[in-house]
């Protein structure tokens, strides 16, 4: 099974600033196949970026992925007042699919 | 685009069964791979099962392997998890999700399951 291990737990930013949210798996990711999502409460999961680096339809261009392998980032230029949430890495490469454990994301 | 409901969220007891059912609405369902996926109550997202395109294909995570099947009738645009032996640790908000290959791209809104007694 790949574990994700997602840092930091909890991020405490200002709208406008840079966020920066890790993603390390305990095997290499084949072809990449990391996802990150956005939760917010009582809400589904919303799909930003797919195979890494691409960003999923309708997801505004602050939302960058990057990464290869075991190591994976997303990061977000500058925080809208939407953007608070908690935000999964999720693996789909192989069985059993498997998520990290989520950072929080919220203002300071 | 395509649109998920699911229903049959519901209180059960331990040992209990309760059959999910998810209603996708809109192009290519038939395209699709469909999974389940839940979310303990303040806790992270779990992936639980998928089935392929033509049902011919399931995947489960360890803890619910002899306990859950997840099926798809097609000509209904539906797909299912039946829960058997169910357990405390059972009880989460189901997501039924799916996309083209293992990739989650539509979501529903999602049926919670208690299990208590």
């Known amino acids: 099974e790949i574990v994700l291990t997602q840092s930091p737990g909890t991020l405490s930013l200002s709208p406008g600033e840079r966020a920066t949210l890790s993603c390390r798996a305990s095997q290499s990711v084949a072809k990449n196949y990391l996802a990150w999502f956005q939760k917010k409460p009582g809400q589904a999961p919303r799909l930003l970026i797919f195979d890494a680096s691409n960003r999923a339809s309708g997801i505004p261009d602050r939302f960058t992925g990057s990464g290869s392998g075991t190591d994976f980032t997303l990061t977000i230029s500058r925080l809208e007042p939407e953007d608070f949430a908690v935000f999964y890495c999720h693996q789909y490469a192989v069985s059993p699919l498997t998520f990290g454990g989520g950072t929080k994301l919220d203002i300071k | 685009e395509v649109h998920l409901v699911e229903s049959g969220g519901s209180w059960v007891q331990p040992g209990g069964s309760l059959r999910l059912s998810c209603a996708a609405s809109g192009l290519s369902y038939s395209d699709l791979w469909m999974n389940w996926v839940r979310q303990v109550p303040g806790k992270g997202l779990e992936w639980v099962a998928l089935i392929s395109k033509d049902g011919g294909q399931t995947k489960y995570m360890d803890s619910v392997k002899g306990r859950f099947t997840i099926s798809r009738d097609n000509a209904r645009n539906s797909v299912y998890l039946q829960m058997n032996s169910l357990r405390v640790d059972d009880t989460a908000v189901y997501y039924c999700?799916?996309?083209?290959?293992?990739?989650?791209?539509?979501w529903g809104q999602g049926a919670l399951v208690t299990v208590s007694s």
């Open positions: 999700a799916g996309g083209w290959g293992w990739l989650t791209l539509y």
